[in-house]
């Protein structure tokens, strides 16, 4: 489950995400005191602090994880944009498949897949 | 009191509206009908009274009304004035209220339309009138007065003191209202078992009708959020932002689904099962926004008891509308259509776009469920959205490119499907080369797009070289998708190629950023009636070419509120981007640039949808007439 949102994650986001660890990290962390509004966007005295603290840490070694980690237990869980894997969020992360099984189960049994060669007479053209 | 007596006033006529279609001696008498419209007609006329005075009140500002002196300041514009009306929780309900009272009026207008099945719409959009009728009567007036008359106005929250934001509120609410058409009309089609093709003519209408509306009020809020915020997005998936643009997803789907209702005359539970539910999604939302279980700009003051009565008027319609879906009968079964055929890829679009809205359903009611389920507070943000919906969105456009080459009924592909097949692969392959930073699925996007361009023009190409009349809903149909083609090339070129960059810049000094040199000439203290603005004069050049920016910082003392006016100036289809930030301690001033290179195609693209639509809407009343 893990390898397959990591790969489709990369699919989607692929090199523009990974490209440096200080936006990375700025991107997916909401600043605290500012509604809706990425640490990256943001430009409040908060906002700052921690993006100063991000340069410190990952200057002193400190990798991505570990830093989302210290954030998180700092201001909990809502400060990440995006919920981490857990059996918590396993209905958040499994509701796309479940509708990609839902889609192809109703198309397998309400289409037909063999050609009809006396079909009805075609009415294309006249729609158009 | 003049409000309140209209209001008392208007509340009992929706409660004829409602209960009168009951009676027998109404419905069943010749007058019957022609009385329940002019009684939608009169209901509409007290409403509308009610919140011209309301006008009245906030364009004079009478601060003995609470509403008055909660959100409007006696030195803001005469715009923002009246815009206040609207700005606010009361005064919002009550606009809701007079566009549903006129929509329905204007439905009750409609000769075209059995008698009957008027007069049974009316009563179902009587139920919604009077329900929210009651809302605003005991826990939402607007016509509350104070015992002391306060000095001055707490004023218009100023991020809602803007042009875009005056129209957004009455081309919504418009939206919502043609909505509540559309499940009446979706509701008395089941019970009376009449889902033909009149009805799904008329269903067109409404629809196309209220799928403009709410694709306008999208892009006007989504402009919105690009200029005033100054993040430089334009789509963050925020709560409510979601919420808008659920009821617009099953709108489309509706739109397609009935073609296959007015075609073939199977599939004929979808399109009203997608009118209910887009309706009861547009209440969830109203219901979700106004109790305060999101925080945001539209969320107002908060009030339990607000909450739960939107709750029991939600959960009322829902019961209304699932009792009507389980009137519905399958008639004889019909043959199953063939995969590759017309019907076949409008049905799949139907479940893919309906996916789509269930995700992002899911995604913006999970933190909140597991809130009160666990006390786990978490947040889902753009990362999750994007992740699970756009393979969704892709599969979407690729059923766009190829749909002018399946047939109805027929397992009979065109052959230019091929063409345009080698011409998408070529597109992926060429932009995955010139673009060597994007990820996979923004060139596919990107190719998607060419091909759904190429696809339509071919399309319309064959038919005309082959002389044949082209109906004007055909090129509603063509350009709203090849508006869309034109909406995704903005929105991939935008989030993957623009540019984002903090500089300070000092009085006199000159950065480089993009090509341009720009110069800091000044930056001036205004005082304006109510709030104190600084705005920097820039001047940015390019060659010969010069541009001037003035962004501006304005602090509002009585919100205690700092906005930040961004300048925003096109070049080509390319828009230069400035926000002001703070000052700082040696004498610079901090300046946030954008340079986003394609964004006007999104805002063009967004314009034709919502042309594309209105012709089709014109051509859907066109051939009402000439039959």
């Avoid at chain 1, 943001?42 to 340069?55: G, L, R, T």
């Avoid at chain 1, 201001?75 to 479940?98: D, M, N, R, S, V």
């Avoid at chain 2, 319609?317 to 699932?322: A, E, I, V």
């Avoid at chain 2, 994007?386 to 080459?405: D, G, K, N, R």
């Amino acid at each position: 489950m893990n390898r397959i949102v990591f790969l489709i994650t990369f699919l989607i986001h692929g090199t523009c995400v990974a490209n440096d660890e200080f936006t990375q990290l700025t991107k997916s962390i909401y600043c605290p005191s500012c509604q809706g509004q990425v640490l990256d966007e943001s430009s409040s005295p908060v906002a700052i602090e921690m993006k100063n603290q991000i340069q410190q840490m990952l200057g002193s070694g400190k990798s991505v994880e570990e830093i989302r980690q210290h954030f998180t237990a700092v201001y909990g869980e809502k400060i990440l944009l995006k919920p981490a894997l857990g059996t918590y969020t396993y209905p958040l992360w499994l509701a796309p498949f479940l509708m990609l099984g839902t889609i192809l189960f109703i198309m397998l049994n309400r289409m037909r897949f063999l050609k009809k060669r006396n079909s009805v007479k075609s009415t294309t053209e006249g729609h158009v | 009191m003049i409000g309140m007596a209209l209001l008392s006033l208007s509340s009992f006529l929706a409660l004829l509206q409602f209960i009168l279609p009951s009676v027998k001696k109404v419905s069943g008498s010749a007058w019957g009908p022609k009385l329940i419209e002019t009684l939608a007609a009169a209901t509409a006329f007290m409403i509308g009274s009610a919140f011209f005075y309301l006008i009245y009140v906030f364009a004079s500002s009478d601060l003995s009304f609470l509403n008055v002196a909660l959100n409007s300041h006696s030195a803001s514009e005469l715009l923002y004035k009246i815009s206040g009306v609207w700005g606010n929780h009361e005064g919002s309900m009550l606009l809701w209220l007079v566009l549903l009272t006129s929509i329905s009026t204007v439905f009750g207008l409609q000769r075209r339309v059995p008698q009957n099945i008027r007069m049974r719409v009316l009563q179902v959009l009587g139920a919604i009138s009077l329900s929210f009728h009651l809302f605003i009567l005991l826990i939402s007036n607007p016509f509350v007065q104070l015992h002391q008359t306060p000095k001055q106005g707490m004023g218009l929250n100023p991020l809602l003191e803007d042009p875009a934001l005056t129209i957004h509120p009455p081309i919504l609410y418009t939206g919502l209202a043609l909505l509540s058409v559309l499940f009446a009309l979706a509701c008395v089609g089941l019970q009376r078992g009449q889902l033909d093709k009149a009805w799904a003519k008329l269903m067109r209408t409404w629809t196309l009708a209220c799928w403009c509306f709410l694709t306008l009020g999208i892009a006007l809020g989504s402009w919105w959020a690009y200029y005033e915020l100054g993040w430089g997005g334009w789509w963050f998936w925020d709560p409510v932002e979601n919420l808008s643009l659920l009821p617009w997803l099953v709108i489309t789907a509706l739109l397609h689904s009935l073609i296959v209702v007015q075609n073939s005359s199977s599939q004929k539970f979808t399109a009203p099962f997608l009118a209910i539910t887009a309706f009861l999604l547009a209440l969830l939302s109203l219901f979700l926004v106004r109790s305060g279980a999101l925080s945001s700009v539209h969320a107002f003051a908060v009030d339990p008891l607000r909450g739960s009565f939107l709750a029991l008027i939600a959960v009322c319609f829902t019961l209304y509308g699932l009792r009507s879906l389980f009137r519905f009968r399958t008639e004889k079964s019909f043959e199953q259509p063939y995969i590759l055929s017309r019907e076949a890829f409008l049905f799949l679009n139907t479940l893919l776009l309906f996916s789509i809205a269930a995700i992002v359903l899911i995604g913006t009611v999970y933190p909140l469920i597991l809130q009160i389920t666990t006390g786990r507070i978490i947040s889902v943000g753009a990362p999750y959205f994007s992740t699970t919906t756009l393979p969704f969105f892709l599969m979407v456009t690729i059923l766009m490119a190829a749909s002018p080459f399946v047939s109805w009924q027929q397992a009979r592909l065109s052959k230019s499907i091929s063409y345009v097949g080698t011409f998408a692969l070529a597109a992926f392959i060429a932009t995955t080369y010139v673009k060597t930073g994007w990820p996979v699925i923004a060139c596919l996007f990107l190719a998607a797009s060419f091909s759904i361009f190429l696809a339509t023009i071919l399309d319309l190409a064959r038919k005309l070289m082959a002389r044949k009349q082209i109906a004007l809903h055909y090129y509603a149909m063509s350009l709203a998708h090849l508006s869309i083609a034109i909406v995704i090339a903005g929105a991939v070129i935008d989030s993957f190629d623009k540019i984002e960059s903090v500089y300070e810049i000092k009085q006199s000094g000159a950065i480089e950023f993009n090509g341009y040199h720009l110069t800091l000439d000044k930056v001036d203290q205004i005082r304006a009636p109510y709030f104190q603005r600084e705005a920097a004069f820039i001047t940015a050049r390019k060659g010969e070419a010069s541009i001037q920016l003035n962004p501006e910082k304005r602090y509002y003392p009585l919100h205690e509120m700092i906005t930040s006016e961004t300048d925003i100036k096109a070049v080509g289809l390319a828009d230069i981007y400035a926000v002001l930030g703070t000052e700082d301690s040696h004498n610079g001033w901090l300046l946030k640039l954008h340079w986003h290179p394609a964004i006007r195609l999104l805002w063009i693209g967004a314009g034709l949808m919502v042309l594309a639509g209105f012709l089709g809407f014109v051509a859907s009343l066109r051939g009402v007439k000439s039959e």
